[in-house]
């Protein structure tokens, strides 16, 4: 029998901006494909949202292997965006999460700014599509300079360039990167540009090194960091992210494996959380870590999620 959350006096329910969502666990993109593999272990209707693998405009094969390496408290991945394009996705995968009725978070990537504006249009009026995510800060593709979250323009101009080519009715949430000076900066920009929301954070770039032959792991060398090692800066970019814009409706993820981690990303105020890459060990961690927020909240006497979101900021009040 597929694992659904426990009943439970806590109201769990969250939201993001105008989005309801009866739980505030999501999957991370990347770690579920578009939720086929995971449903066969939780409902995957009854967790928040289903954030999809990003995909771009044309089918794309990746890196070359290797391209995952294990490190200490993580995972280096270089994946490298592999993917069936746009036109298949909507047909096989968005169809699917469609009949199946699960709320859908589709996210996206391009190799330049029109190529975002092209993919975010084929999603223009597709049903089941609840909002998209664009992954502007994806650190294991080929030409770091890809990586448009590194840059305030940048970032603004990729998200313009969505905003134009999406419904006024479809929220945008920007996928930041940790690897800056000040993500407030970027943070920011992008909500000028017209997001909605954010996604903090994607996986920080790394390096692992073969001691035998005393090479990098990875075919393209460089990979992205995550996993619980990662927690620390995540928690610290979704901090510094709600000072700076107390109202933006944030999903937090980086390195969740339970409900005291959830705990942590709520109190420093995201609204929402995704879980990635604590599901290749347990496929049911969604709803898991679902129950154990609830349990701990429960024992704390804590009546709703709401009442803890944004808390570590209240000595600052």
């Not at 270089?78 to 996705?89: K, M, N, T």
């Not at 996993?227 to 995540?234: E, F, H, L, S, T």
């Amino acid at each position: 029998m597929k694992r659904v959350p426990k009943r439970t006096t806590v109201d769990m329910s969250t939201k993001l901006g105008r989005l309801e969502f009866s739980s505030p666990v999501f999957t991370a993109s990347g770690c579920a494909a578009a939720g086929k593999e995971l449903d066969q272990f939780i409902d995957i209707t009854t967790i928040g949202a289903v954030v999809t693998k990003s995909v771009m405009l044309n089918p794309r094969s990746g890196r070359a292997t290797p391209r995952m390496a294990e490190t200490p408290s993580g995972m280096l991945n270089g994946i490298g965006l592999q993917g069936p394009g746009i036109d298949d996705f909507i047909q096989n995968d968005l169809s699917w999460l469609s009949q199946k009725g699960a709320k859908t978070i589709v996210s996206i990537a391009g190799n330049n700014v029109e190529e975002f504006g092209k993919v975010a249009d084929k999603l223009r009026d597709i049903p089941g599509v609840i909002a998209i995510e664009v992954n502007i800060s994806c650190p294991n593709v080929e030409n770091r300079g890809q990586v448009f979250a590194c840059d305030p323009y940048a970032a603004a101009d990729v998200i313009n360039s969505v905003r134009r080519n999406v419904s006024a009715s479809i929220p945008l949430f920007a996928k930041l990167s940790p690897d800056v000076t000040d993500i407030t900066e970027i943070a920011k920009s992008v909500v000028k540009a017209g997001a909605d929301g954010l996604s903090v954070i994607n996986t920080l770039l790394g390096m692992v090194i073969d001691t035998d032959t005393l090479l990098p792991k990875l075919s393209g060398k460089t990979g992205g960091l995550s996993g619980p090692a990662i927690r620390p800066v995540a928690i610290r970019c979704v901090y510094q992210i709600r000072k700076a814009l107390p109202n933006i409706p944030i999903i937090g993820m980086g390195g969740i494996r339970n409900g005291r981690d959830a705990i942590e990303f709520f109190a420093a105020g995201a609204n929402a959380i995704s879980v990635g890459t604590t599901v290749f060990n347990d496929p049911e961690a969604c709803v898991r870590i679902h129950d154990e927020t609830a349990e701990i909240l429960q024992e704390k006497g804590i009546r709703s999620l709401s009442e803890i979101i944004s808390a570590a900021h209240r000595e600052d009040l």
